[in-house]
């Protein structure tokens, strides 16, 4: 059965001094009022972590409570930053299912009125806890994606510096002409580069905002000028060290390929999109991973103005997760909230696209292993299908191998990707240098260099001395001393 939708509602986004379940009543408003509902026959909700947010839990009872429908069923749906499009999927396939005719898609989280250190510490328990453990975070692990990138496709420091810039005021300049977003000006160079260093590449402007807002949308089995045409959701491992890529998500691909086959769509027909983009970098990452550029490509899409406002494909139109901000249990679904305003003409003067009939959102849990792809469209587009039609979307997916951890040994390692991290969650020192090792019979092991603050001067691919310290792995660049040492230890043991 098709779905469609018939209403959406966004808070502002930003820090509010309103309660979490204030906010979402005033979104849920918005939505049933847009639908000519006052019932729905279910509410699927999404908050991230309201437990350690703001305290509450059975959240799905209290705001079905708020909101006045008291008996109507309600469900809370948890997939990390990307929680939003989680709610919305589980929602689709209820009405899908034709059990349902209208249903409630509710998100938002709480973040503001909480400490920069202690906001990370909770964003932070998403990773796995073996990573976690070395105070590995959001924009540490995302810095060493951002590595790994620049080495995999030759990109000199400066370049790289100079792309990240481009997609932070390429979104700060669209978010300016949103009057939903967290931040409505306009950002420089100068600006990019004078911001503080927050995980080494990535500074305050690469990485989205700590923020409150929620979004919701109605979604119903009766036609209406928006359909639901695709969705697609796939997962990867916790662990970002046991991925077969450090420079692509597998579980974007996988969930793309699956809403592209639904929606019996390719990359080229998407006209517009939202692409997760907490960190400046995952745009680029996304715009590859959907299709839309070869891999290591998509930042020339940008340098050549195809992603802007005014191109061919703009990606982001809202200002992103970057500029509009990113309540994380919201932001999957204020991408659809952002589709469904382009589509229906309603995103303002300014912003309106010109082309505007389908629209796909991407929404990244965790660092990038909870996946979700979804693609709306105007009913009345004109779509003509050929008989055996076949996508023409065949991304490379390699699938990860969880593995277990290997005893800490000590040894000679390659340094396959590294940070050093200056905002470091509570309980840990900064800054804190972190990477990613290579250990002599092949495992990927997290290390840290507590001692080492000079991240210009480690190089990737370079051997390194792996040492234990209090049960977690350190790293050291290797030097004739230390070779010695490890030279007069195995005469040592051999002896």
Same mark, same amino acid.
């Given at each position: 059965?098709?779905?469609?939708?018939?209403?959406?509602?966004?808070?502002?986004?930003?820090?509010?001094?309103?309660?979490?379940?204030?906010?979402?009543? &005033?979104? %849920? *408003? @918005?939505?049933?009022?847009? #639908?000519?509902?006052?019932?729905?026959? +279910?509410?699927?909700? $999404?908050? !991230?972590?309201?437990?350690?947010?703001?305290?509450?839990?059975?959240?799905?009872?209290?705001?079905?409570?708020?909101?006045?429908?008291?008996?109507?069923?309600?469900?809370?749906? &948890?997939? %990390? *930053? @990307?929680?939003?499009?989680? #709610?919305?999927?589980?929602?689709?396939? +209820?009405?899908?299912? $034709?059990? !349902?005719?209208?249903?409630?898609?509710?998100?938002?989280?709480?973040?503001?009125?909480?400490?920069?250190?202690?906001?990370?510490?909770?964003?932070?328990?998403?990773?796995?806890?073996?990573?976690?453990?070395?105070?590995?975070?959001?924009?540490?692990?995302?810095?060493?994606? +951002?590595?790994?990138?620049?080495?995999?496709?030759?990109?000199?420091?400066?370049?790289?510096?100079?792309?990240?810039?481009?997609?932070?005021?390429?979104?700060?300049?669209?978010?300016?002409?949103?009057?939903?977003?967290?931040?409505?000006?306009?950002?420089?160079?100068?600006?990019?580069?004078?911001?503080?260093?927050?995980?080494?590449?990535?500074?305050?402007?690469?990485?989205?905002?700590?923020?409150?807002?929620?979004?919701?949308?109605?979604?119903?089995?009766?036609?209406?000028?928006?359909?639901?045409?695709?969705?697609?959701?796939?997962?990867?491992?916790?662990?970002?060290?046991?991925?077969?890529?450090?420079?692509?998500?597998?579980?974007?691909?996988?969930?793309?390929?699956?809403?592209?086959?639904?929606?019996?769509?390719?990359?080229?027909?998407?006209?517009?999109?939202?692409?997760?983009?907490?960190?400046?970098?995952?745009?680029?990452?996304?715009?590859?991973?959907?299709?839309?550029?070869?891999?290591?490509?998509?930042?020339?899409?940008?340098?050549?103005?195809?992603?802007?406002?005014?191109?061919?494909?703009?990606?982001?139109?809202?200002?992103?997760?970057?500029?509009?901000?990113?309540?994380?249990?919201?932001?999957?679904?204020?991408?659809?909230?952002?589709?469904?305003?382009?589509?229906?003409?309603?995103?303002?003067?300014?912003?309106?696209?010109?082309?505007?009939?389908?629209?796909?959102?991407?929404?990244?849990?965790?660092?990038?292993?909870?996946?979700?792809?979804?693609?709306?469209?105007?009913?009345?587009?004109?779509?003509?299908?050929?008989?055996?039609?076949?996508?023409?979307?065949?991304?490379?997916?390699?699938?990860?191998?969880?593995?277990?951890?290997?005893?800490?040994?000590?040894?000679?390692?390659?340094?396959?990707?590294?940070?050093?991290?200056?905002?470091?969650?509570?309980?840990f020192r900064s800054p804190l240098t972190l990477g990613l090792v290579e250990t002599e019979t092949g495992e990927m092991v997290m290390a840290c260099n507590p001692d080492y603050h000079f991240p210009?001067?480690?190089?990737?691919?370079?051997?390194?001395?792996?040492?234990?310290?209090?049960?977690?792995?350190?790293?050291?660049?290797?030097?004739?001393?230390?070779?010695?040492?490890?030279?007069?230890?195995?005469?040592?043991?051999?002896?």
């Open positions: 059965m098709d779905v469609y939708i018939s209403g959406v509602g966004m808070t502002k986004f930003g820090r509010s001094k309103e309660s979490l379940e204030k906010m979402m009543t &005033e979104a %849920a *408003s @918005s939505a049933l009022e847009e #639908a000519h509902l006052e019932k729905v026959e +279910a509410i699927y909700l $999404g908050v !991230m972590n309201a437990e350690e947010f703001v305290g509450d839990s059975n959240f799905a009872t209290l705001l079905a409570d708020t909101l006045g429908l008291t008996g109507t069923p309600s469900t809370r749906v &948890e997939t %990390a *930053s @990307s929680t939003g499009a989680g #709610a919305f999927e589980t929602a689709f396939y +209820a009405v899908a299912s $034709g059990h !349902m005719k209208h249903v409630l898609v509710l998100a938002g989280e709480k973040m503001t009125h909480l400490s920069t250190a202690k906001t990370t510490r909770i964003l932070s328990e998403v990773i796995d806890r073996s990573e976690r453990r070395y105070g590995a975070t959001m924009p540490a692990l995302a810095a060493m994606i +951002a590595q790994k990138y620049a080495r995999e496709f030759n990109l000199s420091p400066m370049k790289l510096e100079d792309i990240l810039a481009r997609v932070a005021i390429k979104n700060h300049s669209n978010g300016s002409l949103n009057p939903y977003a967290q931040f409505r000006k306009i950002i420089t160079k100068e600006d990019y580069l004078k911001s503080q260093m927050v995980a080494f590449p990535l500074r305050l402007y690469d990485c989205a905002p700590i923020t409150d807002g929620a979004s919701s949308i109605i979604l119903t089995s009766q036609p209406t000028p928006i359909r639901v045409s695709g969705i697609g959701h796939a997962t990867d491992t916790a662990a970002v060290r046991h991925r077969t890529s450090f420079t692509s998500f597998n579980s974007t691909k996988e969930a793309a390929q699956k809403a592209y086959t639904m929606a019996q769509l390719n990359p080229s027909d998407i006209q517009f999109a939202e692409v997760h983009d907490a960190f400046t970098l995952f745009e680029i990452i996304g715009t590859e991973d959907l299709g839309f550029f070869p891999p290591g490509e998509g930042w020339k899409a940008l340098e050549e103005g195809i992603t802007h406002l005014q191109g061919r494909l703009p990606i982001n139109p809202s200002g992103g997760l970057k500029a509009r901000g990113h309540p994380v249990g919201a932001s999957g679904l204020a991408q659809l909230v952002e589709i469904v305003y382009q589509l229906k003409g309603k995103a303002g003067k300014e912003r309106q696209l010109k082309r505007a009939e389908v629209g796909l959102a991407s929404s990244i849990g965790g660092l990038g292993n909870n996946n979700l792809v979804t693609i709306l469209e105007r009913s009345d587009r004109t779509q003509i299908i050929k008989e055996g039609w076949r996508p023409d979307y065949h991304p490379d997916i390699r699938v990860s191998q969880k593995k277990p951890a290997p005893p800490p040994s000590e040894g000679v390692g390659i340094l396959k990707t590294f940070t050093t991290l200056y905002a470091t969650p509570e309980g210009q001067k480690l190089k990737m691919e370079k051997k390194v001395c792996l040492k234990t310290r209090e049960g977690i792995y350190v790293f050291e660049k290797l030097t004739p001393w230390n070779r010695m040492k490890r030279w007069f230890k195995g005469s040592s043991k051999s002896g």
